[in-house]
C-alpha cells in the first residue's frame, strides 16, 4: 500500500504565507466572525483540554483529514473519489466517532505519525505490516499521554485562532498592517499564546484535576 505523508507547507516561509493568507481573510470578513474566532480560541486557550468531547471532536477531526490526505492514493483508487472529498469524509467520521467516544482521541492521535514513522522506515512488502504495528504503538503512547494530547491540541489551536482574529482584526491599523507584512511575528505571538495555554492547562486538561479530587472527597466523606 503506497503511503504518502500529509500535504503541509514546505517550510516555515510557506506557512507563514498561508497564515497571512488567513489573516487577510479574516480581515476581509464581517466583523463578527474576528470576534468569533477570537471568543473560541481564548475558550480553547483556557478550558479547551477540560472539555472532553469537543476537543475529541476537532482533534479527530482534523486527524481524520489528515489520514484522509495520507491515504489518498489508495483510498482513491478505491473509491474513485478526490483527495480533498476523502479528507472530508474522513474528518467527518473521526469526529463523529471521537466525539460518540472521546477516550478514542488521544489513540486516534498517536496512531497515524506511528503508523507513517513506521512505513517510512519499513521496507516495501511490509508496509502493510509495518503500518499496523506502527498505528497500535503510536496509538497506545497517545493513550498514555492522552493529558499532554488534549493539551497540546487545545492550546495550538486556541493560540492559531486568537493570533488570526487579532492580526484580522488590526489589518487595518499601522500595527496590523506591519503585522500582516511580517508574518513570522504572528506565528512567533502564536507560538507564545500555545506555550503559554498548554502550561495553563496541563494540569486539568483531560479532566486530570477531576480525577485527582475524587479520592479526596472519598477519603472526607469517609
Not at 21 to 36: C, D, F, I, N, T
Not at 95 to 110: E, K, R, Y
Not at 125 to 149: M, N
Request: proline residues 6%; hydrophobic residues 60%; contains cysteine.
Amino acid at each position: 500500500m503506497e503511503v504518502t505523508f500529509p500535504v503541509l507547507p514546505a517550510g516555515l516561509a510557506d506557512f507563514a504565507s498561508l497564515t497571512a493568507a488567513l489573516a487577510a481573510e479574516v480581515a476581509r470578513a464581517p466583523w463578527p466572525v474576528a470576534l468569533g474566532l477570537l471568543a473560541v480560541g481564548l475558550v480553547q486557550l483556557g478550558a479547551g483540554a477540560r472539555l472532553r468531547r469537543p476537543i475529541a471532536v476537532l482533534g479527530g477531526a482534523a486527524v481524520g483529514a489528515l489520514s484522509g490526505n495520507a491515504f489518498r492514493g489508495p483510498l482513491a483508487e478505491l473509491t474513485g473519489l478526490s483527495a480533498a472529498t476523502l479528507e472530508g469524509i474522513a474528518a467527518a467520521a473521526a469526529g463523529g466517532v471521537c466525539g460518540a467516544f472521546p477516550f478514542l482521541f488521544p489513540v486516534l492521535v498517536g496512531s497515524l505519525p506511528g503508523a507513517l514513522a513506521a512505513a517510512a522506515v519499513a521496507p516495501g512488502e511490509h508496509h502493510g505490516t509495518a503500518l499496523a504495528l506502527g498505528a497500535a504503538a503510536g496509538g497506545a503512547g497517545g493513550l498514555l499521554l492522552a493529558r499532554w494530547v488534549a493539551a497540546a491540541v487545545a492550546a495550538a489551536t486556541g493560540a492559531f485562532a486568537v493570533s488570526l482574529a487579532l492580526a484580522g482584526a488590526l489589518e487595518h491599523l499601522r500595527a496590523g498592517a506591519r503585522v500582516a507584512a511580517h508574518p513570522a511575528a504572528l506565528l512567533g505571538a502564536a507560538a507564545v499564546l500555545f506555550v503559554a495555554g498548554l502550561a495553563y492547562q496541563l494540569p486539568s486538561a483531560w479532566g486530570a484535576r477531576r480525577a485527582a479530587k475524587l479520592p479526596a472527597e472519598s477519603e472526607a466523606h469517609d
